[in-house]
């Protein structure tokens, strides 16, 4: 007489519903550390490219960098939209996108006297924390998640955007 049968064939059971549910626990929690990534890329991003993408009313016009201090560069504010006005100090955050000497085409931001660069430089430029986030996303997303191909979709699209941003700048 063999009676062990149904308790081993109830404990299978149960370790296969523990392990789905570890499983389970673990696509959902790095599909959302997955999501928070992307959306912390978007969200820095937006930041300047919302200036540079809805440049329909705002001011516009260029800006030759006369100084660079700390983090920031001024220099002289010529417009070219209508409406706008010329400045004789207007701000950008200095980074390896602005060299002094230069003269950018740029979008004011509205209430300041703080310029991002506007065009498809600075539209690229702006959105250069999503580049960034996607590359760090597809690692979570091969790893975690056990999606090569998208994992690789995904780091192919940052590495692009950030390979042409470097090279538009």
Partial sequence: MIPAMPAVTASRGSRQSTHAALRFG???AMGAV????LIAGVWASWG??????????????????KACSGERCTGP?????????ARARVTIEQSVAVKKGQ??????????????????????YAW???????????????????????AWVMAGLGIAQLT??????
């Fill in 77 to 85: 504010y010529t417009p070219t939209s209508a409406g706008s006005k």
């Fill in 34 to 37: 997955a999501g928070l990534i």
């Fill in 128 to 150: 250069v924390p999503l580049g960034g986030a996607l590359l760090l996303a597809s690692v979570v997303v091969a790893g975690g998640l056990r999606l090569t191909r998208v």
């Fill in 26 to 28: 673990r696509l959902a």
């Fill in 103 to 124: 003269t950018y085409t740029v979008t004011v931001k509205p209430g300041s006297s703080d310029v991002v660069r506007s065009g498809p430089a600075g539209l690229l």
């Fill in 48 to 65: 300047t490219a919302q200036h540079v993408m809805l440049g329909k009313g705002r001011e516009q016009g260029t800006m030759t960098v």
């Fill in 164 to 169: 042409v941003t470097f090279l538009a700048l």
